[in-house]
């Protein structure tokens, strides 16, 4: 498959580095989608079904290792490269420990990212079985059933119905409060910063200040969308009996 086949999805929070991006994989010939967050990311994926991504460590909101747990939660094969200064390149070890296919450091040079995409395409490629637009008559595989998983994986609606159902299930064993709700991308985001919000006041202690340093918000905005959520950062704090 030729990069001019492959689509790449750029999330970085920062506009200039999104445009940078996007003018220099398009230049290599690939197709380019961009989000500015974990959310719009979310939605472009449902639209259309990239062959990698290449996520920002450290955005507002969603981090890149929450990006990339919500994206593979549908496309457990996506690979997926890190974008990380020299700040987070621990946070960027430990991704890569849970699945992260790759990470380049910022600032980087053109000749490094796409080394770092190409290299990553490659590997992918020859671990996983072809989706639906890498599928055609003319090279069937030597197997029918892998094709059929991967089909089905490719379809519009199944993919926003696994992220779904599968929040939902990480919501429910941290017995978090998943009220019935509508299907759709709404309540794929809702529960997506539900089970990211739970794990930065799990990892803090309930210490909302740490917590918002950790997403790279600030505390006001945390403590809003804490409540929004409908938790309690002092249920997270260890008791003192």
Do not use: C
Not at 109 to 137: D, F, I, M, N, Y
């Amino acid at each position: 498959m030729s990069a001019a086949d492959r689509l790449v999805l750029v999330v970085d929070d920062e506009e200039s580095m999104r445009h940078y991006l996007m003018k220099t994989l398009t230049r290599e010939g690939y197709r380019v989608a961009v989000a500015r967050d974990g959310p719009e990311a979310l939605a472009l994926s449902q639209e259309r079904t990239p062959d990698l991504a290449l996520v920002d460590v450290r955005m507002p909101g969603m981090d890149g290792v929450a990006v990339m747990r919500s994206l593979r939660a549908s496309l457990p094969r996506l690979p997926v490269v890190l974008m990380t200064g020299h700040g987070t390149v621990q946070h960027a070890l430990t991704a890569m420990k849970q699945g992260a296919t790759d990470y380049v450091m910022k600032p980087f040079r053109v000749e490094a990212v796409l080394a770092t995409v190409a290299k990553a395409l490659a590997t992918e490629t020859s671990e996983r079985p072809p989706t639906l637009r890498g599928t055609g008559p003319a090279e069937p595989p030597a197997a029918p059933e892998p094709v059929t998983r991967s089909v089905t994986a490719s379809s519009e609606e199944v993919p926003e119905r696994g992220v779904l159902a599968w929040l939902r299930e990480r919501a429910e064993e941290r017995g978090l409060p998943v009220a019935p709700a509508e299907e759709g991308l709404r309540e794929v985001v809702r529960l997506a910063e539900m089970v990211h919000v739970d794990e930065l006041l799990r990892m803090t202690d309930g210490n909302i200040s740490r917590a918002a340093e950790m997403a790279g918000i600030t505390r006001p905005n945390l403590h809003r969308k804490i409540l929004d959520l409908g938790l309690d950062a002092n249920a997270y704090r260890p008791s003192t009996q």
